[in-house]
């Protein structure tokens, strides 16, 4: 019991130090600090999730959110200027929008399930056959990964395919060796 | 920002060198272990992928691009991106050559439906593993090559 008030507590402080992080970045106009910001962010999260047993989602979120994402931040601010140019007008449209969009996605989460309820539909369906059965049927002791390589391996060859089809936009959009390759021809010419 | 590129001063940074070269080969160690262990704790391919990459990356912000390229050429990520799927796919229609469902890994082994599912498991995340790798080196490539347009 003691335990449990005191990962609470843990999450609630990730929490606060969440949101506080987040109108943080809102505000900087410095986009080097806000790209920090946004590691901090990322291995914040990392700790929340951790907080709540899901490890290999921390361990992805702290290795793409914090590391990945930054350098590729880092990367775009060396494109660009390290500033932001035009002092945001503050639109009280745009801001009821916000405001009113927030709201209505609390209010949503006031149907869900109550926070690790068992009787929750998705601890109901197909999840007590891979808890139960993964043992005997797979045969490794990481139920995520058996969930994740065999019983929805369809599902992870779709995610592969799309990290596939990024690199290629990512390829064709930024340029590749393709535009490399010309500049050569030309300096050849 | 003084006239000096980001990119000169942190070249010029003898501790962050030093460092640099001595903890590469721990990270891209550390890779290969959450990539092959992912079937006992937490992590798999794709986070093994993601950590294989940011080791290489992290060498070719110290050490320049030109360093990385020389060692992975694009056109070996180019590949690399694609095998990495092939592998996944492959795996799935040799299962399916094998008489089971599309990546069905229990008819790749005779005796054992289990050790069937090992070996599955273990080659798609080594898919998975390959193509996250060389597609978060490719995007890198093509947002750092940038630089010197």
């Known amino acids: ?189 | 920002m003084s006239e000096i590129p980001i990119k000169m001063r942190v070249r010029e940074t003898v501790v962050l060198r030093v460092v640099g070269k001595a903890i590469v080969p721990f990270i891209l160690l550390f890779a290969l272990y959450v990539q092959f262990h992912g079937d006992y704790g937490p992590g798999g391919g794709f986070q093994a992928g993601v950590i294989f990459a940011g080791g290489l990356i992290f060498h070719a912000l110290i050490f320049g691009l030109d360093e990385l390229q020389r060692a992975i050429p694009p056109v070996v990520v180019e590949i690399g991106i694609a095998l990495g799927t092939l592998l996944y796919g492959g795996v799935g229609i040799v299962s399916m050559m094998r008489g089971g469902a599309f990546l069905d890994y229990g008819v790749l082994n005779h005796h054992s439906a289990v050790h069937g599912q090992h070996l599955g498991i273990l080659l798609i995340e080594l898919g998975v593993g390959i193509t996250v790798t060389f597609v978060l080196i490719a995007i890198f490539y093509s947002l750092a090559g940038r630089f010197r347009q």
């Open chain 1, 1 to 189: 019991m003691g335990e449990q008030v005191m990962g609470s507590a843990v999450e609630m402080v990730l929490f606060v130090f969440l949101i506080v992080l987040a109108i943080c970045i809102v505000r900087l106009r410095s986009l080097f600090a806000a790209a920090m910001l946004f590691g901090i962010f990322s291995l914040l999260s990392a700790g929340l999730l951790t907080m709540m047993d899901a490890v290999d989602v921390a361990f992805t979120e702290a290795a793409v959110g914090a590391g990945f994402s930054t350098v590729l931040f880092l990367g775009a601010l060396g494109l660009t200027t390290s500033e932001e140019v035009s002092p945001v007008k503050h639109r009280v449209v745009a801001k009821l929008v916000v405001v009113s969009t927030g709201l209505a996605l609390a209010y949503g989460t006031l149907d869900m399930p109550a926070y690790g309820d068992p009787d929750a539909p998705i601890h109901r369906h197909v999840a007590p056959h891979y808890l139960e059965k993964s043992a005997d049927e797979i045969g490794i002791p990481n139920v995520v990964t058996s969930v994740l390589a065999s019983y929805r391996g369809y599902d992870t060859f779709g995610e592969v395919t799309v990290v596939l089809t990024a690199a290629v936009g990512a390829i064709l959009l930024l340029g590749g060796r393709a535009t490399r390759r010309r500049e050569d021809t030309e300096d050849a010419e």
